[in-house]
């Protein structure tokens, strides 16, 4: 009989939805890391200004309306998916704690098909801007 060993894990876990975070990435990690096997973030590409410190909802338990997300400057994407890179590089530990970068495509969904991993050049309509996640998949190509 084949033996199995289970291993516990955050497969999606959505980071950088405000500024500042609501909690750093490295103590996420080191939560994550107390009690997990593995994790992989989801580097969110859009923001929920509301959101923010100081925003018209931050700390609000009043009924409101949808909440409508913002893309990030090009800026901001370089120096958190940077950051959220070296985060992940520091806490993986192999055989005790796996960490994965990743991210939540926040693209066209026509285009892609609904896939959500994977690298295609046809992720981005024509007269689209990319950004810098999209443009790191694609020098992987």
Partial sequence: ???YRIFWGETHHNTYTTEP???AMDKVLQTA????DF???????AWWPPLRTGGPLFGSEQPHSIILE???SQERLDREWAELQDE???ACEPGRFVTFPGYEWQGELAVLGGRMLGCDPCWVSPGQPRNVVQEECMRML
């Avoid at 890391?33 to 997990?36: P, V």
């Avoid at 994790?39 to 590409?45: F, K, L, S």
């Fill in 1 to 3: 009989m084949e033996e």
């Fill in 21 to 23: 975070l609501f909690v």
């Fill in 33 to 36: 890391a107390s009690h997990l």
């Fill in 39 to 45: 994790y992989a973030a989801a580097y969110y590409t």
């Fill in 70 to 72: 913002e893309w990030k």
């Fill in 88 to 90: 992940i590089g520091k």
